[in-house]
């Protein structure tokens, strides 16, 4: 039977007052774009693959004009999710997306019933009122738990709770020029490189969310020792999207 987190820890994974907040107001930021004439030039060839990243755009899914860089497409995210699920251990019961964004992969945890807990943390106050906003057009807003907040002071915080929490890490790759390298070089990272997400999170399961021509020696040497990490890509029409790093927690 899987442990489900008594209401003390719950009150822990979910932060101080501070950070928390039952609801984000959408802000000036937040965008709906409906006609490509009122979409910044650049982020119109995202604008134009909108139903590929949120397939209820149309119900009013709304985003920063930066979160357009960093979502994951939907199918990518729904599969990441399944996969993530037949991962872990069943004793293992909350998963926490640390760089939630527009909200598409705590989306899709939600909707794969499979975690007691599903935590979604942003630290931009805008961002995090489209993924709440988002999460609604879905059904879901209210099996996520939202934290406003630094996700790596976040992480402190919850460490006492590592055995059943496994972390889930989209980071920001350092802008579209990523993908003119033939290897990622992932110590170079910004504004995040994989040592300062890794050190933050070795202590849990890990799925890193990286750049698909990601080193891979770089990423073998996350694996503790005697154990492995398994790297999946993730592919649409044929093309690949991202890769992720499924990572065993440190002894």
């Known amino acids: 039977m899987t442990r489900q987190p008594a209401d003390h820890e719950i009150g822990a994974l979910s932060s101080s007052q501070d950070a928390e907040s039952k609801t984000f107001p959408l802000t000036d930021e937040c965008h709906h774009y409906q006609l490509r004439e009122d979409v910044p030039w ?143 070089n992932l110590k170079t990272m910004l504004p995040y490189s994989i040592k300062d997400i890794h050190s933050a999170c070795k202590t849990m399961d890990s799925a890193l969310y990286l750049p698909r021509t990601s080193d891979l020696k770089q990423i073998a040497r996350l694996a503790p020792e005697g154990k492995k990490v398994e790297v999946v890509q993730y592919c649409m029409q044929g093309a690949s999207k991202a890769l992720v790093a499924y990572i065993p927690a440190a002894a």
């Open 42 to 184: 650049d982020i119109q060839k995202y604008w134009e693959q909108r139903y590929s990243i949120f397939s209820m755009y149309d119900e009013g899914i709304y985003m920063t004009d930066d979160a357009w860089f960093g979502v994951t497409p939907e199918p990518v995210a729904v599969q990441v999710a399944k996969d993530l699920a037949e991962s872990t251990p069943t004793s293992k019961t909350v998963v926490i997306d640390i760089f939630a964004g527009a909200g598409g992969n705590a989306i899709a945890f939600a909707l794969s019933d499979r975690w007691s807990t599903v935590i979604a943390v942003e630290k931009n106050p805008s961002v995090i009122a489209c993924a709440q906003h988002n999460a609604e057009i879905y059904g879901v807003s209210d099996r996520i738990t939202w934290i406003n907040d630094d996700c790596f002071s976040y992480l402190k915080k919850i460490k006492p709770y590592s055995s059943e929490t496994v972390i889930f890490a989209s980071p920001p790759w350092g802008g579209v020029n990523y993908s003119l390298d033939d290897v990622f």
